[in-house]
């Protein structure tokens, strides 16, 4: 494993995909457990898409099973999708199946977007006043997680920030419904740059050769535009865990 250093971020990269789980899975136990230490509880937003699958079925395991705070753990969402819970393409299924359900959270420490319901902007408005209430947020104020993952599609998106979307100019919604007309699912829910740059820690979990180049760009500067590269923690940290595919068009960096 390589650990680059950025005035910015940091970037690990890692030999293969099952390596990049495992330092993941590794990272989410120790913020958990300095959270929880600090602040007496971890407050989560877990990402979707496939990469993160292998990390998340690290943590319902042992050893790192064990050694994880369930019982302080808040559990939310970064984006979903507009289908049920119960469907191939939801966030929230993918993660109670590889994870959730596999280990001792209380169930009312689990808050995901009703995906599924008709009214798109109702359950954006839903869902920002169950994060501010979980995490004992008051009005006006924007929610800080412990912990955010993320993942980056080849067009530069993550969490559901697509390119040109008018919710990358959102200051005030810490939660957003987005129509992504290219997307296999259009209907999407997303948190915004407000809550993701107000965050203790965000850590993208990237993997495969397809994304070597918008990796390059998106740890550019943010004249790029692209979504991803508008993730930059005000008073956090910033991790980018990459296999060697993912990293491949990066240039040498510091290694520590």
């Not at 250093?5 to 590794?26: G, H, K, P, S």
């Not at 042992?62 to 019982?71: G, S």
């Not at 995906?115 to 800080?144: I, W």
């Not at 993701?196 to 535009?225: F, H, P, Q, W």
């Amino acid at each position: 494993m390589i650990v680059t250093m950025d005035a910015r971020f940091e970037v690990r990269i890692a030999d293969d995909a099952a390596a990049l789980a495992a330092i993941a899975a590794r990272e989410v136990v120790d913020v958990a457990r300095a959270a929880v230490a600090a602040r007496g509880r971890f407050a989560v937003a877990l990402a979707g898409g496939s990469t993160p699958r292998a990390t998340y079925r690290l943590l319902a395991e042992p050893p790192l099973a064990t050694q994880m705070p369930w019982d302080r753990t808040l559990v939310f969402f970064g984006d979903e999708r507009g289908v049920p819970p119960d469907h191939p393409q939801s966030n929230y299924g993918m993660a109670r199946t590889a994870l959730l359900q596999h280990v001792p959270i209380p169930p009312d420490h689990v808050f995901r977007i009703a995906g599924e319901s008709a009214d798109p902007d109702a359950v954006a408005a839903d869902y920002a006043k169950t994060l501010a209430e979980a995490l004992g947020v008051r009005r006006g104020e924007v929610p800080r997680l412990d912990l955010i993952l993320l993942g980056l599609g080849i067009d530069g998106h993550t969490a559901s920030l697509f390119p040109g979307s008018p919710v990358l100019k959102e200051t005030f919604r810490t939660v957003a419904a987005v129509h992504a007309a290219a997307a296999s699912v259009p209907q999407r829910f997303t948190l915004t740059y407000p809550v993701l740059n107000a965050a203790a820690c965000v850590i993208y979990i990237v993997s495969g050769a397809e994304k070597a180049k918008i990796v390059k760009a998106a740890l550019g500067d943010r004249s790029t535009g692209l979504p991803a590269a508008m993730v930059r923690p005000s008073d956090g940290r910033l991790l980018w865990i990459l296999d060697r595919a993912a990293a491949a068009a990066l240039p040498a960096r510091r290694t520590s």
